[in-house]
């Protein structure tokens, strides 16, 4: 069964709104979450470390305040993209590390367009 | 608009034979290396790992070989089958950093032709 759960898997929202995404770890608790940007025919980009208890770190050219994340407790981390705007719409996808330095488990992805 | 990137390079292989897909990273320090297949519209999916420490892995009809010296990885796949057919990445990370992000290949779409 899934190991990473994410939804929404597909939303559609209008330019200038704000779309939240959640990613939860359901076999174990994690301390940290990775998300991930991908476009269409490209790799995986990580955007952001989010950190269960303090702050995420974003990867540089991401912006902070545009892409929220919040990491409350072990096995919950969202998303949230804020004042969202065509050139936003991409594939979102999470993961979670099984252990430090090991391979990771990735939720189903979301598909976020904005009209 | 449109977005303008890398477009994922592309194999073609006959159902049944086998395919080879690789894989260039950059980083001298990773020491762990995965490969993940990625199907439309969903996350990617483990396929096999390989530590540093070794060269070749092999896992149910695939195989990770490791070349650190040219800092090259492949996947060799046997018997190719239709349910083959996909985008495979590989990613590394660096566990002696006390990382555990990981950084993906650009890809290569798989099709596996009947």
């Known amino acids: 069964g899934a190991v990473v759960s994410q939804h929404p898997s597909r939303v559609i929202c209008k330019s200038g709104t704000s779309v939240k995404i959640e990613c939860r770890s359901l076999d174990f608790q994690a301390t940290t979450m990775f998300w991930y940007r991908q476009f269409p025919k490209q790799s995986l980009m990580l955007m952001a470390t989010s950190n269960e208890g303090s702050k995420a770190t974003y990867e540089q050219g991401v912006e902070k305040d545009k892409f929220l994340i919040n990491h409350a407790s072990l096995t919950l981390s969202t998303l949230t993209v804020t004042s969202a705007h065509p050139e936003d719409s991409s594939f979102y996808i999470c993961s979670v590390p099984r252990l430090r330095g090991t391979e990771a488990f990735f939720g189903q992805g979301t598909r976020l367009t904005v009209v | 608009g449109e977005s303008v990137g890398l477009h994922l390079p592309t194999l073609s292989v006959q159902e049944g034979d086998n395919s080879i897909i690789n894989c260039a990273y950059s980083n001298s320090a990773s020491d762990y290396f995965i490969w993940y297949k990625q199907e439309s519209g969903k996350g990617p999916q483990f396929i096999i790992d390989i530590r540093s420490n070794m060269d070749k892995r092999q896992g149910q009809r695939v195989t990770v070989l490791l070349n650190k010296t040219v800092k090259h990885l492949s996947l060799q796949i046997a018997a190719t089958q239709p349910g083959d057919s996909a985008v495979y990445f590989c990613?590394?990370?660096?566990?002696?950093?006390?990382?555990?992000?990981?950084?993906f290949g650009t890809g290569t779409r798989l099709t596996v032709i009947p």
């Open positions: 990613a590394e990370t660096s566990r002696g950093t006390g990382a555990n992000n990981l950084f």
